[in-house]
């Protein structure tokens, strides 16, 4: 009876075979359970419309989907995509840097199962298991794993930053401005929000030195408004009162009453 290969090309061998090779292939299946577990493998990526195939070679170290890493490189011009054979079942550390904004995918060499893809601008880490649970449709699952990478797109769920450092905007979930920030040199002065408890509204404060000036500033035209109202600054205001609504004092009253026009004109100093 021959020897017999598994699936990520591990020798199996039968009772009585490999007289005089035992230790030779024995020592090979050795170094192939330390790759599979802990190898690192620099994978270019094909820059053409051909998947980059990584391949299962039974017996030897030499396949190219056979490392527990793989660091995908090389200058692509479009999106690419590489494959592992049909029946691999394997976790994968993959590592995408590869130059140029463009999508590169990870999956099985046929099928229609889930798959994996590194988007245009992520150049960053994924932890992945090869299922192989289905013959003609294995799925690659895409496992969480816990680091935010420096040039990738993650969510943040819960998390705290303390004094996190930004740069010049935050911006919404479109990613679109939602406010821009000016540094000043040697500042010393700053704005504190608070929030506030049931009846207590929220506080928005100027803090730094003993007395600090509060700027709101509207653009060209523009003016500070409370909900649709201009919000009114302090100062002398001319304001138009209707006669009906004025009563003269019969001692140093209004300058002039006119009837016909219904309205009082008076002096306020």
């Known amino acids: 009876m021959a020897s017999t290969f598994t699936d990520l090309g591990i020798e199996l061998m039968a009772t009585g075979e490999n007289a005089g090779t035992w230790g030779t292939k024995t020592n090979n299946n050795l170094s192939l359970f330390e790759q599979l577990t802990g190898g690192f493998n620099s994978q270019a990526v094909t820059d053409s419309g051909t998947p980059t195939a990584l391949t299962i070679v039974d017996g030897n170290v030499t396949g190219t989907a056979q490392h527990q ?109 939602l406010a821009l920030l000016t540094a000043t040199s040697s500042a010393v002065n700053e704005i504190t929000l608070a929030n506030a408890a049931t009846g207590n509204g929220p506080i928005i404060s100027s803090t730094g030195e003993t007395n600090v000036d509060l700027n709101l500033n509207p653009k060209g035209t523009g003016v500070l408004k409370s909900a649709t109202a201009a919000v009114k600054i302090a100062g002398k205001e001319t304001v138009w009162v209707p006669a009906v609504a004025m009563y003269p004092n019969t001692t ?15 002096s306020y100093f």
């Open 69 to 177: 890493m793989i660091e995908l490189t090389g200058t692509i011009s479009g999106a690419r995509v590489v494959t592992i054979p049909l029946d691999v079942e394997k976790m994968y550390y993959l590592r995408n840097s590869t130059s140029g904004a463009y999508t590169v995918q990870f999956k099985y060499a046929s099928g229609s199962g889930d798959t994996f893809t590194f988007s245009a601008t992520d150049k960053g880490d994924a932890v992945l298991f090869a299922t192989a649970n289905d013959g003609t449709n294995p799925d690659i699952y895409t496992l969480p794993n816990g680091d935010v990478t420096l040039t990738g797109t993650q969510t943040l769920t819960n998390k705290t930053l303390t004094a996190p450092k930004i740069g010049t905007s935050i911006l919404d979930t479109n990613g679109n401005e």
């Open 252 to 266: 140093n009253g209004c300058g002039d009453l006119n009837n016909s026009m219904g309205i009082i004109w008076c």
